[in-house]
């Protein structure tokens, strides 16, 4: 069943799923964008709702320690590599994040040293 949506240039394109297979978005809220300094992209998606077939969705939060903070993984910062985001505690992190506007941009583009292009 098609019901997962990626934005790609602008345009939302419908992802088709391998009938033995399964889907992993990497969200902004993990650290999977900012800890491996770029190397895993967050996607913009949405899920849409299909009159005829039904679908199973499971959307899973991973957050760290609220007492820490969160960047880039030192052994990933060099000169030719320098870090894409800057370092903030999971607190701060976690209130932006929460109180900024649903304007369709992803969060985690806030926490770019540098702006880059995708």
Excluded: C
Excluded at 20 to 46: L, W
Excluded at 104 to 114: C, E, M, P, W, Y
């Amino acid at each position: 069943m098609e019901g997962l949506q990626n934005k790609k240039a602008g345009t939302w394109v419908a992802v088709v799923p391998h009938p033995k297979a399964f889907i992993v978005n990497v969200g902004d809220i993990t650290e999977m964008q900012i800890v491996p300094n770029g190397i895993y992209k967050s996607v913009e998606h949405r899920a849409t709702v299909n009159l005829h077939n039904e679908g199973l969705s499971i959307a899973t939060f991973l957050v760290p320690k609220l007492d820490g903070d969160m960047g880039p993984a030192p052994s990933l910062i060099t000169a030719e590599n320098p870090a894409i985001f800057r370092r903030i505690s999971i607190i701060d992190y976690l209130k932006a994040f929460f109180y900024r506007e649903l304007d369709g941009k992803s969060f985690v583009d806030a926490l770019r040293t540098q702006i880059e292009d995708f």
